[in-house]
């Protein structure tokens, strides 16, 4: 089955550092999208991205999805302390099936240090 | 206008003991996904409903199960709990799309402990 890897599992950075996850799925997707748990929380969408090589910017955050559909990462400039979460990916395969199921990744948990 | 609303936020059980949560989705929504996160995990997905019926299951047994009544709301029942069953149960609920692209928003979970 599909299977989608998110490295690092962990990251530390002083406030104002930058910071990027990066996401790896067995298959072709659909589309991916991300979401942020902050702790005690539940995912909050952050945005979905569908095109082959496409890139989104939300502020200080910008999405890329690799031209195969197979990869993405997140990229924030300049963390700030209301960064702090986990940030997962979570993708859609491209088996035309997949009515929207999302698979993630283990997520990525992010502390941001004042 | 709420959002996703899943019940009871918290609950303790028995290993052996059944349980039932529920989930109302966001105005709108006919879809309702269920997932399962541990600690420190990303959710997995169990299953999805639409039109009242199981559309699609992910990996978990037959303990456990669910439906989904004519509002769209949704429940999870999951039977002859093990410990492993502890974790954060989500509902996300979503617009169905024929393209099957689109954002889920999800409640903010059960929290199930077994004991």
């Known amino acids: 089955g599909q299977q989608v890897m998110q490295i690092p599992q962990y990251q530390h950075v002083q406030e104002g550092e930058d910071f990027t996850t990066y996401c790896n799925s067995s298959t072709t997707l659909s589309n991916i999208q991300w979401y942020k748990q902050r702790p005690g929380g539940h995912p909050v969408f952050l945005i979905q991205?569908?095109?082959?090589?496409e890139v989104k910017k939300q502020k200080r955050l910008t999405f890329q999805f690799g031209e195969a559909k197979k990869n993405s990462s997140l990229h924030i400039t300049a963390t700030q302390t209301t960064d702090v979460g986990t940030y997962f990916c979570?993708?859609?395969?491209?088996?035309?099936?997949?009515?929207?199921?999302?698979?993630f990744g283990q997520g990525t948990i992010l502390t941001v240090h004042p | 206008d709420a959002g996703v609303t899943q019940s009871p936020t918290h609950l303790i059980k028995t290993r052996g003991q059944q349980v039932t949560l529920r989930c109302s989705p966001k105005s709108g929504h006919d879809t309702v996904s269920w997932y399962q996160q541990a600690l420190g995990q990303g959710p997995q997905f169990i299953f999805q409903?639409?039109?009242?019926?199981?559309?699609q299951r992910g990996n978990f047994p037959d303990r456990f199960s669910g439906h989904q009544f004519p509002n769209y709301s949704s429940e999870l029942n999951v039977n002859a709990l093990l410990l492993g069953d502890s974790a954060l149960y989500l509902c996300?609920?979503?617009?169905?799309?024929?393209?099957?692209?689109?954002?889920?928003?999800f409640g903010q979970g059960t929290r199930l402990t077994v004991v």
């Open positions: 996300a609920s979503s617009s169905d799309l024929w393209t099957g692209d689109t954002e889920a928003f």
């Open positions: 991205l569908v095109k082959s090589g």
């Open positions: 979570a993708g859609s395969d491209a088996g035309g099936t997949s009515y929207g199921k999302l698979t």
């Open positions: 409903y639409y039109e009242e019926e199981e559309r």
